[in-house]
Structures are given as C-alpha cells and as structure tokens.
C-alpha cells in the first residue's frame, strides 16, 4: 500500500499553525495584514484583540510564511499576498471551510454560503466568481493535454471541431485552438459565465473561430455526431450518478464516430482515498456541494462503454494540480458495452479499490 507518511507530531504542530490563521482569519486581523503593515499593538488596537496574543499569532504565521517583517511591522507576506489573489475564491474561502469542518463532521451538511452545486442560477453566481480565477492554475495543465490531443488527432484534424462543455473560464478549449491553427470551438456555459468567456475569447483576438452558448448543458441543444472532441472538464464531479451518467452520454452523442471525449476530474480511489491531496480535494468538496462527489475511473469507464465510448485512456499531465486526472475515451460505432469493454470495466474496479 502506498502511503505518505506523516507523523502524528507534525499533524499537532500544523494544527497549531493552522488554528493561528483560522483565528486570524475570524479575528478580520487577516484582512489587515492583507492591506498593509503594522506593529502588533496597532493590529491590536485597530481590531481590539489583545496585544499580546495578536503579537505570539503573529510570530507563528511568521514563522509559516504567512507574514513578513518590515522593520518592527508585520505584514502578509509575498506568497500570501499570491495565493490570496490566485486562489480560487481566495483564501477567505478555505478558511471558512475549515472552520465548517466540526459541523460537517456532525451534520454532513455542506456549508451553504460556498456551495456550488445548487441551481443554475445559483451556479451561475458562484463561477463567475470563481471561473476567473481557475483559468491560470490550469493553464499548464491545458497546453499539455492539448499537445497530447493534437498529436492524436493529427495533421487531418487541424481544422478539428471542439466542444467544451461547462467551460469555466475555456482554458480547456482554448488552449487547443492555440496548437490547432484551423480549429473552432463551440464553448457551452451559464450566462453570466458565458459574458466573461465571450471577453475573454474577444482580448484573444479568437472571437471567429469560438461560439459560446449560453445555457446549462442539459438545456443546450446540441448537434449528434458534429464534434471532433468534446470537454469535460471538472464538471461530472458536481453532479450526482444519474446526472453525470447522462452528461456522459450526452456528451458521446455529440462525437462524430472515432472522436474523443475528453475528461479532466479528480478520480477517487474508492473505498477508502489514502492520497493525501485527493483526500483534502474529497473533503473540500463535500463541504462544497449537497450531491457532488468525486467518481472513480471504474464508474466512468462504466458510462463510457455504455454510451458507445472505448474503454477511457489515462492521460498523466506533469502540469496538473495533484489531485486532477485526464482520460480520453473515443467513440466507436453504436451505443453499446461490448465484452471486453465489460472486462475492462470488471479489472478497473478491482485495481480502483487498490488504495
């Protein structure tokens, strides 16, 4: 069994560590150090804390990395100052779910303030927040996947069609128009995310060869058979099993016969996630969503065979965020398992479960 090996001595000082800047964060003295420096006694005076509490916290996010010393004045430092601006919904976020945990752990209830697995509506609101953001801390990840792509499909496809299927922020589809000169892409996302994809496609100078459509992906009529590819990217895992069976196969069905459909996810290792990235990805999730989940590679080589698709193919990405996994799977010619799809699906299962 691989296994990373932490002591439980390390666990109780990052908890330490870790509690100090969840009472940073509570305390609003995160925000402060965020917009500027200052002696402990000025951080304790201006948000009435005491002063020295403010000043042993303040030693330990120091000692993290959290906060830098100008002179006698302390401050978030550079990597914080980053990952607040990076990170998807900033680091207020994370936070937030983490002082979620203990009521979770009871409850099982996600927190209902980050949740982005609710209506359209209430979709739409939250990756437009988001989207933005997930484009950068992906765009590695894309250029890689879409060279492996491209060298699949070959000089015949240079004018491929590419269909991207909750794009976010399009980083998926659009970093194969940049190594598929001739390729269009047709872009499916909710309005307020599909305005932001439409400037952001527009700053490209791409706005010709990109259709963004605006609408959830179970409304959006789609043609059968016209795409050369289409995208998943880090959508399935917010839908429930019949909805994400049904994106699949919606998704297939848009495949013109021998194209590809592409999934980015993060795949579990049921029953038990012994990865130590997956599983912290597991449980942010769940505090995210009411009927989101993470799925395994058996379940979705189960829905791909079943919807005319060949047995998925792992893609490993250097580039990609631990957690995150790519698997293309090409439509043969009707909607059914054959028997070695069957056996395929059988031996995943078996090594999935492997921890």
């Known amino acids: 069994m691989n296994r990373e090996r932490w002591s439980l001595l390390d666990l109780f000082e990052m908890g330490d560590a870790a509690a100090s800047l969840l009472a940073a964060h509570r305390t ?21 804390l005491d002063a020295r509490a403010t000043r042993l ?19 978030a430092s550079a990597e914080l100052a980053r990952l607040h601006r990076d990170h998807p919904g900033a680091v207020g976020i994370d936070l937030d779910l983490f002082d979620h945990t203990a009521e979770f752990l009871r409850s099982g209830a996600p927190l209902l303030r980050v949740r982005v697995d609710g ?21 590695p990840a894309a250029h890689e996947l879409a060279l492996l792509l491209a060298a699949d499909l070959g000089s015949d496809h240079a004018a491929a069609r590419v269909l991207d299927v909750g794009a976010g922020s399009g980083v998926w589809g659009l970093a194969l128009l940049e190594v598929l000169p001739g390729a269009r892409l047709t872009a499916v996302e909710l309005p307020q995310v599909a305005q932001l994809l439409r400037r952001r496609v527009a700053s490209r100078g791409d706005a010709e060869r990109v259709e963004v459509i605006a609408g959830g992906y179970f409304d ?42 592409v999934v980015i ?13 997956r599983a912290l990805y597991a449980l942010s999730l769940a505090m995210r969503t009411c009927a989101g989940r993470t799925y395994s590679a058996a379940e979705l080589a189960e829905w791909a065979c079943g919807a005319g698709l060949s047995y998925p193919e792992r893609r490993p990405l250097a580039s990609a965020p631990p957690h995150i996994d790519a698997v293309t799977s090409r439509r043969r010619g009707g909607a059914h398992r054959d028997a070695d799809g069957a056996a395929e699906v059988a031996h995943t299962e078996q090594e999935g479960n492997r921890p």
């Open 28 to 48: 609003g003295l995160l925000g402060a150090l965020l917009a500027g420096h200052d002696r402990p006694e000025g951080f304790a005076a201006a948000l009435g």
């Open 57 to 75: 916290v303040l030693n330990i996010l120091w000692a993290y990395g959290a906060v830098g010393l100008d002179g006698e004045r302390f401050g």
């Open 119 to 139: 209506s359209d509506s209430e979709r739409d609101d939250s990756f437009a927040q988001i989207a933005p953001r997930l484009g950068p801390l992906y765009q």
């Open 220 to 261: 959006v009529a789609l043609p059968d058979g016209a795409f050369d590819v289409v995208v998943l990217g880090n959508v399935l895992h917010l839908e429930p099993p019949p909805r994400a069976r049904r994106l699949v196969q919606l998704a297939a069905a848009a495949l013109r016969p021998g194209g590809a459909l």
């Open 265 to 277: 996810d993060s795949l579990a290792r049921h029953p038990y996630e012994m990865e130590r990235h």
